[in-house]
């Protein structure tokens, strides 16, 4: 098994979109002291009595930054070719697990790294590990994916 990286799809945007989450990441950091982890501020959004606003406009950027996109340029084609229940069943394992890890990629990848938090490495590499054994099995052994 080879891993093949398609080189043409790091354009510009890519970068400009990575930059616009690292600029977003230190903005809420440093302006309001919050973590952008989309788990933690989704979590709160279904908790009526703690919502702030930032945390709605977070959200709702996720939600327009596609539709923006789309004046400027198409969006890239997707195409779904694995079943609904094996996405629901992968959509709650990943909300079970970032229930379990205390925070998702976006928080201890990118915040908690930039921090040089320890428990955010260890997260990180957890995620890593346990996606890159879930592929293989879901490819190699099941012929799932």
Same mark, same amino acid.
């Given at each position: 098994m080879s891993i093949q990286v398609d080189w043409q799809a790091f354009t510009p945007v890519s970068l400009v979109g990575g930059l616009i989450i690292g600029v977003a990441t230190v903005v809420l950091l440093l302006g309001i002291g919050r973590i952008a982890g989309i788990s933690g501020i989704s979590a709160s959004l279904l908790k009526p009595k703690r919502v702030e606003l930032w945390q709605v406009l977070f959200v709702l950027g996720l939600v %327009?930054? =596609? #539709?923006?996109?789309q004046l %400027?340029? =198409? #969006?890239?084609?997707?195409e779904v070719t694995s079943s609904l229940p094996l996405l629901i069943g992968a959509g709650l394992l990943v909300g079970f697990g970032t229930?379990?890890?205390s925070g998702c990629t976006s928080g201890h990848g990118i915040c908690g790294n930039a921090r040089l938090s320890p428990r955010s490495m260890v997260a990180t590499v957890t995620f890593m590990l346990f996606g890159i054994l879930t592929v293989y099995i879901g490819r190699q052994v099941l012929g799932l994916i």
């Open positions: %327009i930054s =596609p #539709l923006l996109y %400027i340029a =198409p #969006l890239p084609p997707m229930r379990l890890g």
